[in-house]
């Protein structure tokens, strides 16, 4: 899980080996200090403009694994000290929460259709050639609950240790494992999103930053809001307050929305301990009686 505690934006106009003028934003990150994320954010910009100057690709992220750029709100641990996940706000305003091995699945409705065509009667030739030059019938799709069902069945009678919580979103499905702990970098892991057809981008973005992700509060178009006007880090305090106005404004709108709805638990009922930390945070935060966002 890469989230980090300060961070700190830097620029740099200049040029290049050709004197074409480049303008160079960097930012990085630091859990040690605010003077430690600037220190590593000047490091960063001298880095890229030498690379410039060398007529090498710009790449902020020399390791290729960019840690999302996120205000850090709480980080969680278990009983036991240890880090379990964090609470972050994404770019355009929601909490998100990250867990390390607590597995969440992000499935959207669209994936979990299955198409099925009614099977044809008997053509004449003439009625042949017509649908050969035609388009084909509409799909009938299943019903979403009955798919999801199916896979669910489907799995647990191959793993009957397992337990799921199973949530409602605005657009689909969201899964929560809570028998044991599974880090996304497993074979286990990646066997279970596809057996549930968990949205590619997700599963990408789980991979990439060790963790998993749940959004916590609505998007905030769906509750009559704007994105935050105001891109992190804020550099001023007459910007830290802007944007906390747009939390509080957001907060206000997001109140009589929900998140997710509850839909059932399947399995063998075992929660563990960090599993049972997260759901009770998750379930406060995201489940209600309003319309889903």
């Keep these: 899980m890469q989230v980090y505690s300060y961070w700190a934006r830097a620029t740099l106009d200049c040029a290049d080996a050709a004197g074409l003028p480049y303008h160079l934003t960097a930012y ?12 590593a954010v000047e490091q960063l910009l001298h880095t890229r403009h030498a690379r410039l100057l060398a007529n090498q690709a710009l790449v902020e992220y020399p390791t290729g694994s960019a840690p999302l750029r996120e205000e850090l709100i709480q980080r ?14 994404n770019h355009y305003g929601s909490i998100v929460l990250n867990t390390l091995a607590v597995m969440f699945l ?60 199973v949530y409602r979103t605005r657009l689909g499905f969201r899964l929560l494992v809570t028998h044991q702990l599974l880090t996304p970098d497993t074979a286990a892991a990646q066997a279970v999103f596809t057996a549930f057809r968990t949205d590619a981008t997700y599963v990408r973005l789980c ?28 550099d001023t305090p007459a910007q830290q307050q802007e944007q906390r106005e747009w939390e509080q404004e957001y907060a ?40 889903l966002a």
């Design 207 to 234: 991979q990439k930053q060790h963790c998993y992700r749940a959004r916590l509060s609505p998007k905030p178009w769906r509750v009559g809001w704007q994105r935050p006007p105001l891109v992190f880090p804020y």
């Design 106 to 165: 992000d499935i959207d409705a669209v994936d979990l259709r299955e198409r099925i065509y009614p099977t044809p009667p008997p053509l004449s030739v003439a009625e042949f050639f017509r649908r050969l030059f035609s388009p084909p019938p509409a799909p009938v799709y299943r019903d979403l609950d009955e798919s999801l069902q199916l896979r669910l069945t489907a799995w647990l009678h191959q793993h009957p240790d397992w337990n799921f919580r």
């Design 76 to 89: 969680l641990h278990s009983k036991q000290g240890e880090l379990v996940g964090a609470l972050t706000r």
């Design 28 to 39: 990085a990150g630091s859990d040690d200090s605010e003077a430690a994320a600037k220190q």
């Design 252 to 291: 206000d709108r997001s109140a009589v929305y929900s998140v997710c709805e509850w839909v059932g638990e399947y399995g063998s009922g075992q929660v563990c301990p960090d599993a049972a930390q997260v759901i009770e945070l998750h379930d406060a935060a995201c489940l209600g009686k309003g319309k």
